[in-house]
């Protein structure tokens, strides 16, 4: 294999098994990467979720197309609408918000509160609210309180969600609210026997 | 020898590849008789659990009149199953049509259309008689699935109610994930119908 003290090295054509062996070799490195990849990629759901603008209570938030800001939370066993009341599996939360159309008429029609656990629950289908399918104009203020019905365990955790459009909310701007609800007052909401009944909405 | 079959022409090796494959799948049971999958017995006033709600069918009746509801046709009569429904999705749902089905019953005018597809042919929540609710997280709710069925047809002293479920998956065209594939998932057999109309 030598030859006046230097190495020969021999080029040979690789075999078919090692040829194949190669491919297969990159093949797979080629899945590797792409799974790797795609493991790491935001999915669908995540990259089209709403922009969310977070406020505290008492402040105004900017959801785009309209402000609002949350002026108080209230709740109760017994939720008075109309010439009824109505009960509940779980406790009525009543959220108070001051909303601002900023440039054109608007229709708040998603509204709905977040536990810390992801769950959604929607505004209350039970009864009619005083924000249903009413249109802001811009730079009326109008007060209005939403009833959400939610389990007692959650309420402590809620966060108010409002946005424009009612069924699809990705990619447009959404407010986020924590409402900052205590267990004593959700104690106090359940013992509470009286009919709470819901403010209609008014030009604030 | 194994140098040898490895250099054999793709055209060869493959389908000797395939047929060892299916032969190992052979010694594993992979050709062994499969059984249809029963789908599991659930007794009345028994919850079923599952996605996207959890149910219980608690009874049937049938009713002459239902208020603020109209038959189609003079004589028909309301089959109502009641069933308590709790959502376990992480968001309201106001799809509760899709949960509960009882195509054994004879005669049911939703059976008859294509776009209804045997779904009742309303929901109501008995709290606050409230037609097509939403539902909210954690909340089990008593429910009325309402069909209306001809008065030709006999009105069943049993019937077995079918429970359905969804999954949550991705869209294959947009990435989104949600809830398809409605499938019954259990069965409540022989549950007994109150016939109300006298009453």
């Known amino acids: 294999m030598s030859d006046l003290g230097r190495t020969v090295v021999r080029h040979r054509r690789p075999s078919a098994v090692r040829r194949r062996t190669g491919g297969a070799v990159l093949v797979l490195a080629a899945l590797a990467v792409g799974g790797l990849v795609n493991s790491r990629t935001p999915d669908t759901d995540h990259r089209e979720r709403p922009f969310v603008a977070t406020g505290a209570v008492g402040r105004s938030v900017d959801a785009r197309a309209f402000d609002v800001t949350v002026q108080g939370v209230r709740g109760t066993m017994k939720l008075g609408r109309g010439a009824n009341w109505h009960d509940t599996g779980g406790v009525w939360v009543l959220v108070r918000v001051r909303l601002v159309a900023r440039v054109e008429p608007v229709l708040v029609g998603y509204a709905a509160v977040r536990d810390s656990a992801g769950r959604t629950y929607r505004a209350t289908s039970r009864i009619e609210q005083p924000l249903d399918g009413r249109t802001l104009q811009p730079g009326v203020a109008v007060s209005a309180e939403v009833a959400f019905e939610v389990p007692p365990a959650v309420a402590p955790t809620l966060a108010l969600r409002l946005a424009g459009p009612l069924l699809d909310q990705r990619m447009d701007a959404m407010a986020e609210v924590p409402l900052g609800i205590t267990a004593a007052m959700v104690d106090g909401w359940l013992k509470d026997e009286k009919i709470t009944r819901l403010d209609d909405a008014e030009v604030a | ?199």
């Not at chain 2, 992480?90 to 195509?103: C, F, G, H, M, Q």
């Open chain 2, 1 to 199: 020898m194994i140098l040898r079959v490895l250099q054999q022409p793709a055209s060869r090796l493959l389908p000797a590849v395939a047929a060892l494959a299916l032969a190992v799948s052979g010694l594993f049971g992979g050709w062994s008789r499969v059984d249809d999958p029963q789908l599991p017995a659930v007794a009345p006033d028994t919850v079923d659990e599952g996605v996207p709600w959890n149910v219980t069918v608690t009874g049937i009746r049938v009713v002459a009149e239902l208020p603020g509801l109209d038959l189609q046709n003079r004589g028909d009569r309301w089959v109502a199953v009641l069933a308590t429904v709790e959502v376990t999705a992480d968001e309201s749902r106001n799809d509760l049509a899709d949960a509960v089905r009882i195509p054994s019953v004879a005669g049911l005018l939703s059976a008859e259309d294509d776009l209804a597809k045997g779904r009742p042919e309303e929901v109501i929540l008995l709290r606050g008689d409230v037609r097509g609710p939403y539902l909210n997280p954690g909340l089990p709710e008593k429910l009325a699935f309402i069909w209306e069925q001809r008065a030709a047809a006999a009105v069943p002293k049993s019937v077995t109610v079918e429970i359905w479920g969804k999954t949550l998956r991705e869209d294959s065209l947009t990435g989104h994930r949600s809830w398809f594939d409605p499938q019954v998932r259990a069965t409540v057999p022989d549950v007994p119908v109150q016939d109300r109309r006298k009453a």
